[in-house]
Nanobody
Framework: VQLQASGGGLAQPGGSLTLSCVVSGMVLKYNVIGWFRQAPGKEREGVSCISSGNDTYYTNSVRGRFTVSRDINKNTVYLQMNSLKPEDTAEYYC???????????????????WGQGTQVTVSS
């Protein structure tokens, strides 16, 4: 199983970026995928997830600004990030959210898979 995240970059405050996570070796429509982020000196944070049943979850700080979605045919999960703030600056990862990693995600993954990170920097 491989998860390949991309789409990070530099954005101005108030700007937008879309992250993509291409999943291989696993059928997306039967599995939950989450987005996590980690800023320097801070703990990893669960940002959002989309379940096998297409239910979604967002942490409070991004709700209303970020949208998670998936394309079953492309086996890809997206994170549309709007109204970006400097505090959104972090390395973003897509992964399967196992027990305890994203407590409010509506589904828990049985296996632990992580993609490489993609850096998001929000700065003027």
């Amino acid at each position: 199983v491989q998860l390949q995240a991309s789409g990070g970059g530099l954005a101005q405050p108030g700007g937008s970026l879309t992250l993509s996570c291409v999943v291989s070796g696993m059928v997306l429509k039967y599995n939950v995928i989450g987005w996590f982020r980690q800023a320097p000196g801070k703990e990893r944070e669960g940002v959002s997830c989309i379940s096998s049943g297409n239910d979604t979850y967002y942490t409070n700080s991004v709700r209303g600004r970020f949208t998670v979605s998936r394309d079953i045919n492309k086996n890809t999960v997206y994170l549309q990030m709007n109204s970006l703030k400097p505090e959104d600056t972090a390395e973003y990862y897509c992964a399967t959210p196992t027990v305890g990693t994203m407590p409010h995600c509506p589904e828990v993954a049985s296996n632990d898979y992580w993609g490489q990170g993609t850096q998001v920097t929000v700065s003027s």
